[in-house]
């Protein structure tokens, strides 16, 4: 679980309004300067990892972001489709600062990507979500291959992902970075869109959770702290 959230509620209510707040000035100034300098508008794509951090608890809070573990969170997910994206910079500070980046920094990713797929595969079994939920992630992460056998199709994203991945690219870059234990770019032309069915991830469960158990055993020092509902 991600620290931030082990913390009494209302003190994540506080420092998340503060934290949103604060975020908010930078584009307070970026707007004024721009209204005479149009030229200050290139801070947006600066801005823009600023403001995700510091959104992030709030978003949290008010459920705009749904955990589905410490580094897997379904974007305004409803009964109809959950949007998967990777956790962000705040969960980068939160969770995986305890360990080394690299391989291990890696492995721990993936292990926390199949964690959340694995909650939600339990979610549709027990009834909490539907099985005709439509699940979409843009992924440079797994490699299509893997994508394949557990079930997803795989194309190629949207204009608005696409443009989302360009936005995001200075988060992308150190994240990403850290991931592979050196400076590396992420190849975000090679993102594919990738959807499954409820019904059709929970036909995927076997092999999900047996790719799951590898890796832990790979990471034989992990110290997994299971998210909890």
Do not use: C
Not at 20 to 40: C, D, M, Q, R, T
Not at 82 to 97: A, K, N, Q, T
Request: net charge positive.
């Amino acid at each position: 679980m991600n620290d931030f959230n082990k913390q009494p509620k209302l003190f994540q209510w506080v420092e998340a309004i503060l934290l949103l707040l604060v975020g908010l000035l930078p584009a307070i100034v970026i707007i004024e300067k721009g209204n005479s300098n149009p030229v200050f508008y290139l801070l947006i794509l600066i801005y823009i990892p600023i403001v995700q951090f510091a959104a992030t608890p709030f978003f949290t809070l008010v459920g705009i972001y749904r955990y589905y573990s410490p580094m897997l969170l379904g974007y305004m997910a409803n009964d109809n489709q959950i949007d998967l994206h990777s956790g962000g910079s705040f969960d980068y500070l939160f969770v995986m600062r305890k360990y080394k980046s690299g391989i291990k920094m890696r492995n721990i990713l993936l292990i926390f990507q199949l964690e959340g797929l694995i909650y939600i595969i339990r979610q549709i079994e027990n009834k909490s979500i539907s099985e005709k939920v439509n699940i979409v992630g843009t992924s440079y992460f797994f490699n299509n291959r893997t994508l394949y056998k557990m079930g997803f199709e795989v194309e190629n994203p949207s204009l608005f992902y696409s443009v989302n991945l360009i936005a995001n690219f200075i988060d992308l870059l150190w994240m990403y970075s850290l991931s592979q234990g050196k400076l590396s770019i992420p190849k975000i032309w090679n993102a594919k869109n990738a959807k499954i069915s409820g019904a059709k991830l929970i036909e995927s469960k076997k092999m999900i959770e047996e790719l799951y158990e590898k890796l832990k055993r790979k990471t034989t020092d992990l110290q997994l702290d299971t998210y909890k509902k």
